[in-house]
Each structure stands twice: as C-alpha cells, then as structure tokens.
C-alpha cells in the first residue's frame, strides 16, 4: 500500500493526576535509529524524572518495540504503543516522561495516564497521510503551455517549477495513480507532440 499515516510535527503536552506529572512527547521518525536518538534526548533532558516511557514504530522495515522503563509490566509502554496502533500510525515515536507525585495510581490509572498522555501528544503533533506521488516534467512551447497549466491541476498536480525559456520547461508532482492518466491525456491533447520525463518518486503529506 502506498500511502500511511504519520505525525505532521513533533509536540510536547503535559498532564498532571494525583501530583504525578506526565509529559507526553511525540516526534516524526524515518528509521528506528532517528526513534531511539529521538528517546535519548528526551532521557537526557528529563534525567531527575521517575521514568521515560516510550513506544515507536517505523514502516520501513516494518517494526515496533515499547518499554515500560520500571513501571508494572503493561501499564505504560504497551497502552503508549496502543495509541499509535489504534491511530494507524507508523513512523513516529512517543515518549512519556513521569515525575511521580507520591500517590499511588495503581495498574488501572497507570494505563489511563499513559494512554491519556500519549493520546494527547499524538493530537498536539497532528496526523498526516503520506502519500505516493511522481514528480513530471515537461516541457512545450508557449502554445502549449495554457493546456499544460489546466491539465496539471485536474489531474491533482502540484507544480514546484516553471521555466520560461525557448520553452516552458514545467516541473510537478502528481498522485503515483494519476500518472498514467495524466501522460494520456498529455499525449491526446498534444497529439503525441508533447510528453513527460518521470524524475523522482517521494511521498506528499495531506493533512488527515
């Protein structure tokens, strides 16, 4: 499948309960390393805190880990990893500090603080779909060029560069699946005159 779901930005959001103060953080990654450097710097920042608390997950290979971080086994890394999984999120990281307040919260309200923490932070971050796109190229001369600039935007482009030149050289990035209906209805419009190099493949980010 080629698209997924991700965090727009990373976040920070606080939550206090019976004077245990969490601090939940959430963080786009692209690879398990960028997750854990990500872990460290929250673990350096917060060194005097009763726990870091975290869970992650990458697309690319496909992969997740949690940790608990001495809290009661399965009452905070994995209700953390819970949140990204019931949000159909990959490629991001949540971390959740915790200062304890003196007050017991028992396994129950463990899992609701965590689960609440890192629901928050998710929320603050945002969630994006991350799509597949092809990034065209094309160039025509001027006579051509209005068609060009209608063409692109109802096949759901997006033009990055246009240069006027002896020709109009346009650079765009359309839907992946948009392609092949873009480059025929290019060729139908041109009559075969007009047709477009494919330089790169990237994912796009749409606001979910």
């Known amino acids: 499948m080629n698209d997924y779901l991700t965090l727009s930005r990373d976040s920070a959001e606080e939550y206090i309960v019976n004077k245990s103060r969490f601090i939940g953080y959430a963080m786009p990654v692209s690879t398990a390393q960028e997750a854990v450097d990500f872990i460290n710097e929250i673990r350096a920042r917060h060194r005097d805190a009763t726990h870091n608390v975290y869970a992650?997950?990458?697309?690319?290979?496909?992969?997740?880990?949690?940790?608990?971080?001495?809290?009661?086994?399965?009452?905070?890394?994995?209700?953390?990893?819970?949140?990204?999984?019931?949000?159909?999120?990959?490629?991001?990281?949540?971390?959740?500090?915790?200062?304890?307040?003196?007050?017991?919260?028992?396994?129950?309200?463990?899992?609701?603080?965590?689960?609440?923490?890192?629901?928050?932070?998710?929320?603050?971050?945002?969630?994006?779909?991350?799509?597949?796109c092809s990034v065209l190229r094309v160039s025509c001369d001027y006579g051509f060029y209005g068609r060009l600039s209608s063409l692109v935007p109802e096949s759901g482009g997006t033009v990055e560069d246009t240069d006027f030149g002896a020709e109009v050289t346009m650079?765009?990035?359309?839907?992946?699946?948009?392609?092949?209906?873009?480059?025929?209805?290019?060729?139908?419009?041109?009559?075969?005159?007009?047709?477009?190099?494919?330089?790169?493949?990237?994912?796009?980010?749409?606001?979910?």
């Open 171 to 208: 650079t765009f990035r359309l839907p992946a699946e948009m392609e092949e209906p873009f480059c025929r209805a290019l060729t139908e419009l041109s009559f075969g005159k007009v047709s477009a190099d494919k330089i790169a493949e990237k994912y796009d980010s749409v606001v979910f």
């Open 56 to 132: 992650y997950a990458v697309r690319s290979p496909e992969y997740s880990r949690y940790s608990d971080d001495g809290e009661p086994q399965g009452t905070a890394g994995m209700p953390v990893l819970d949140v990204i999984r019931k949000n159909s999120l990959t490629d991001c990281c949540v971390v959740v500090t915790r200062y304890f307040g003196g007050i017991l919260l028992g396994a129950g309200g463990l899992v609701r603080a965590y689960s609440h923490s890192a629901s928050i932070a998710v929320q603050a971050a945002g969630i994006v779909k991350m799509s597949l």
